[in-house]
């Protein structure tokens, strides 16, 4: 069964650089989750969307931006980039904002800054 | 206020060992659910189980056994006859909807070693 696919699985950037995430949820889930996870730290939630319109806002930096497209996959902008933004970044997908309590993860994509 | 507690940040045993990793949920909604994942070296969150606010009944799935209990607030996970390749960290997550969409909180993680 197709699962959540995110790229770049790994990147590497440097100080003051700006970095792209991409998310593509399931097929026919709506609702899209970006999750930070900083070393040695559990999963923050930074921010959601569900039908293309954000839904939900954690702890996610002015730094960054996100967006769900037509196709409703997902992409996740850091700009200004700082050594502490090194992290783990996940997304995950739903079906209706996750009313089943049905959420899945894609495997991640590691951001390192230099 | 952490919403879920996971007081044991690292638990070591032996091969063979059961060991049971503690977590404890802090809500007011009546609906909501309750999760666990592993979390291997290699980074990917594996999903375990989800259980939702209404089901009380434990689960067994192989080595793997969930107790959840709503008067304690608690959803502990028991490996039986741990084996090398349990080594993870192990969150408990809760999904609850204040604003009408569930968004899962972490606890801070169990990092679980099993030596040979």
């Known amino acids: 069964a197709a699962g959540v696919i995110q790229s770049p699985r790994h990147l590497i950037k440097e100080k003051r650089e700006t970095a792209t995430l991409k998310c593509y949820p399931i097929?026919?889930?709506?609702?899209v989750y970006w999750y930070q996870q900083g070393p040695g730290q559990d999963p923050q939630f930074l921010i959601s969307?569900?039908?293309?319109?954000?839904?939900d806002k954690g702890s996610i930096p002015d730094r960054f931006s996100a967006q769900q497209f037509s196709d409703y996959h997902s992409e996740l902008n850091m700009s200004s980039l700082e050594l502490g933004d090194s992290a783990l970044y996940f997304c995950?997908?739903?079906?209706?904002?996750?009313?089943?309590?049905?959420?899945?993860f894609g495997e991640g994509s590691r951001l390192t800054v230099l | 206020a952490q919403k879920v507690t996971q007081a044991q940040t690292e638990i070591s045993v032996v091969e063979k060992e059961d060991v049971t990793l503690d977590c404890v949920y802090e809500t007011r909604d009546t609906t909501y659910y309750l999760f666990w994942y592993k979390q291997p070296p290699s980074g990917e969150l594996v999903f375990l189980i989800r259980?939702?606010?209404?089901?009380?009944q434990n689960e067994i799935s192989g080595r793997y056994s969930w107790n959840f209990q709503k008067s304690t607030s608690s959803f502990n996970f028991t490996i039986t006859a741990s084996q090398v390749v349990d080594s993870a960290v192990y969150f408990c997550?809760?999904?609850?909807?204040?604003?009408?969409?569930?968004?899962?909180?972490f606890g801070r993680g169990t990092s679980l070693i099993v030596h040979p």
């Open positions: 097929p026919r889930h709506d609702t």
């Open positions: 259980r939702n606010s209404f089901d009380e």
């Open positions: 997550a809760l999904s609850e909807a204040p604003g009408g969409s569930y968004i899962p909180t």
């Open positions: 969307f569900y039908e293309k319109m954000q839904s």
């Open positions: 995950a997908s739903s079906a209706g904002r996750g009313t089943t309590g049905e959420l899945f």
